[in-house]
Structures are given as C-alpha cells and as structure tokens.
C-alpha cells in the first residue's frame, strides 16, 4: 500500500521547537512534491506547507510564515517541518501528503494524495 509515514511529533512548550519528519512506504518522495498540513480538534484541515520536487520551491501559509522552514533530503527519501517559535494554537495532528500536480497549490487539498497517520503535535505549557 502506498502511504507517507509522519513522526517526530510530541509535546513541547510554548516557543519551543520541533522538527516533524515524513517518509514514504512503498514508493519513494524523491519524484513528488509533498505537501505538510495540519488538523486540529473540531477544525477543518488546512495546508501548512509544500515544497517542489527538487527542493527549490517553496510555500507557507500565512500563520506559519517565519516560524516554520520545509526542506527535503533526497538522497534520505526525506521531507522535513522545522518548526520554531512554537505556539499553543499550533496544537494539531500533522499530516503530510503527494501532491499529484505538482503545483503545492495547498488551497487544493483534493490534489493530495497518500496521506499518512498524522503525528500529534501539542504546544502547551
């Protein structure tokens, strides 16, 4: 079955940091762009970041913009979150996903696919 696998979520302070991987099982993320997004209790989905094939190319959303970095490794078959300055309404399950257009037009969840588990990120004091 073809699936990302997310981790490296936990529970971390207000400001803190945390750094979310995302691999993939029965494929490899080296030929997609990817896409990282998040989801928290009684709120819809919403995209948080993407970045292109080749790594070159990148996005935010709005309320993550300067706190959070997307990198990729591909030679590890790895996309990474770096997320910094982390803030109680950051609390969600992070999920990442294929984007098959290749665009990272996160507006477009539907154009995702392969979503993992999620990993649960949780910022509280």
């Known amino acids: 079955q073809l699936q990302l696998v997310e981790s490296g979520g936990g529970l971390v302070q207000p400001g803190g940091s945390l750094r979310l991987s995302c691999a993939a099982s029965g494929f490899t993320l080296d030929g997609y762009a990817i896409g990282w997004f998040r989801q928290a209790p009684g709120k819809e989905r919403e995209g948080v970041s993407c970045?292109?094939?080749?790594?070159?190319?990148?996005n935010y959303a709005d309320p993550v913009k300067g706190r959070f970095t997307i990198s990729r490794d591909n030679a590890k078959k790895l996309v990474y979150l770096q997320m910094n300055s982390l803030k109680p309404e950051d609390t969600a399950t992070y999920y990442c996903?294929?984007?098959?257009?290749?665009?990272?037009?996160?507006?477009?969840?539907?154009?995702?696919?392969?979503w993992g588990q999620g990993t649960q990120v949780t910022v509280s004091s």
């Open positions: 996903a294929v984007d098959m257009t290749a665009m990272c037009r996160l507006e477009y969840q539907y154009r995702f696919r392969y």
């Open positions: 970045i292109s094939r080749g790594g070159g190319v990148t």
